[in-house]
């Protein structure tokens, strides 16, 4: 049955108001097609304040089946995700990154490892040789791995009503995650996911992103850096900062900031002393 006028004017109207809160409403793109999935992805926000809410049952097999339901390169599968539950394990984690303390409050943290050990001790099993696993190109793939799978269990729990937020300062300090969590060599932490029911007295926002003119390219890379987007960006992120009772500072000089050099890494300029460390070969 073809869609009612009204049915489509409600469509276009949502899918409107989604995307001026994704973009702003000078850079939100038009021709957008708009199913309750990409709803739900274009409503995403970043939830940091957890109700003391319990979670449902079954749901860490409910995100393991679906982060397992993400592509593989080459159906390798190299990630694991060890779940967190007991409030001393999570305030340790939350100390390993830098005192997030959503970070112990969550009912839930998933820390998502790129997970090259077992391989290789099926490898070892068969009498088989892994040599491959001390490429980087086999790290990159774990990493992908872990990369795709959370993402996919972050979209699932937020269609069960959930919230999470991703936590990448757990690489601050790769060899304590690793003993706090019992990690055999050849595994690392890539980050961590908050689970829980989203907290309706410290509701998060949609976070405007970049302009689509900034991001998609047509055929071949266009290096021009349209100035009028990148300005109409900080506005947005100005104006979301303000409204979130955030230090308004814009997106740019962060970012600057955050690339500056080592010592804007938070302890990740070791990153690669950290891998030996943790038993992965770099060639």
Known sequence: MAPTQTQSRTTTDTARALLDARYGADEAPAGVLLTETIAGLLNHRSVRAFSARPLPEGVIETLAAAAQSAPSSSNLQVFSVVAVEKPETKARLAEIAGGQKHVAEAPLVLVWLADLARLEEIGRRAGAPT?????LETLFVGLIDAALAAQNALVALESLGLGGV????????????????GLPPNVLAVFGLC???????RPAQVKPRLSQRLVVHRERYDASLPQD???AYESALKAFQ????????????TALNRVRGAQSLSGRDRMRAALTALGFGLR
């Open 242 to 253: 303000e409204d979130q009772n955030m230090p308004v500072v814009g997106w740019a000089g």
């Open 229 to 231: 987007a990148l300005d």
């Open 195 to 201: 689970v829980g029911y989203p907290d309706p007295d």
């Open 166 to 181: 991703f936590i990448g300062a757990l690489r601050n300090r790769p060899e304590e995650a690793a003993q706090l969590l």
């Open 131 to 135: 040599d491959a696993l001390a490429f």
